[in-house]
């Protein structure tokens, strides 16, 4: 049995359940040869409480000893300030690099997508956690020209919707959500869309163009801190849903990528993904219209799409590629969605 070292970057709501599942799926690990160990855990403070799976001998504050000789890097500290730095000299030196970060692959990828066409970057749990996305976009669905796609990709945005539809104000959805766990360190992330945005960007360098811009897509964000219940009982009144919705469409000849939100048909798909939950519609010229739904926040259901990315890479699969070469946007006319002033 060969050892795998795990230099692991992160211990908060992700880190730990990956410590916890990668215990319980040690088993899978041993069929291929191979066991498992930790070689270190990075977090800013190691006297921090932590569930008890969390082995507190490892815990260090010293990126340096929690790297050394380790096969494979998993980060899931967030953020593009030390993250950025341990990912990219990790990368340059042919580690090759798990992680749920999309912020960083927002708005680093000029550093990272070298590596990311070398096969070393898996980046499963960064969109719509453990609901897998980025496999079948930078696989399966590649034998389409892409049309249009549209998601709902932030969990806490639509949670805060709901609590609204139910009576809530504004306030008092976001403080239940805070409680709850769902929503970032910094609330702006999540109900500015600008986590959405992270995301849509990484969903179109994998559909549309290997290089589409972080700036673009920021530029054209915008979130539902504005949103009133009244505008959400009007949007009852006339059988509709307000969502907040990150889409890539066609439009005058080139491509364009917007995150608002906008009024949908209550029994419209996306309309339909409850409360925390996560949806993608993707429309390609070959397949049709493709519906994917789930999880899109969580300590298991991210963990479990990091375990299934270091899986992945452990039985030969490379890293999830971008697209090889930008597509022109297509002749196509996208049925409009109806934006929501804010
Ligand atoms: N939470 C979700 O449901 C979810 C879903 C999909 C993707 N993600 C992504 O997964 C990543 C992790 O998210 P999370 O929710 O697990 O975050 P979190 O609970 O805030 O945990 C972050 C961890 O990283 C450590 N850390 C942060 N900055 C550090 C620094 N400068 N130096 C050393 N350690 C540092 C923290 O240490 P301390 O514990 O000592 O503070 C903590 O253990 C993020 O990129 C996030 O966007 C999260």
Partial sequence: ME???????????????????????RPRFRTLGLEPALSGIL????ARPRPPWVPRGLLSNDAEQVLRGADVVVELMGGTGRAAGLVESALDQGTPVITANKALLAERWPELKPHALEGLLFYEASVMAGTPVVEPLSGSLRGNRTLELHGILNGSTNYIIGRMEDGLGFSEALE???KKGFVEEDPFLDIGGVDAAHKLTI???LTIDPDFEWREVRE????????????????EEQGKKIRLVASLYPAGGRWRAAVRPVLLP?????????????ALLYRGDAVGEVFISGGGA???????????????????YPGHPP????????????????????
């Fill in 298 to 316: 969580g300590s298991a259901v991210t963990a479990s799409a990091v375990i299934g990315d270091l899986l992945r890479m452990l039985e030969g």
């Fill in 266 to 278: 209550a029994d419209h798909p996306l309309a339909q993904a409850a409360l925390s939950r996560n």
């Fill in 176 to 178: 239940e959500a805070q």
């Fill in 43 to 46: 977090v800013r403070d190691p």
């Fill in 203 to 205: 969903l179109a360098r």
């Fill in 3 to 25: 050892t795998l070292r795990i230099a692991l970057l992160g211990a908060g709501t992700v880190g730990s359940g990956f410590v916890k599942l990668l215990d319980e799926l």
């Fill in 323 to 342: 697209l090889p070469q930008a597509v022109p946007a297509p002749n196509y006319q996208p049925e409009p969605l109806e934006e929501v002033p804010v």
């Fill in 220 to 235: 054209n964000t915008s979130g539902i801190q504005n949103l009133s219940r009244e505008q959400i009982y009007a949007a």
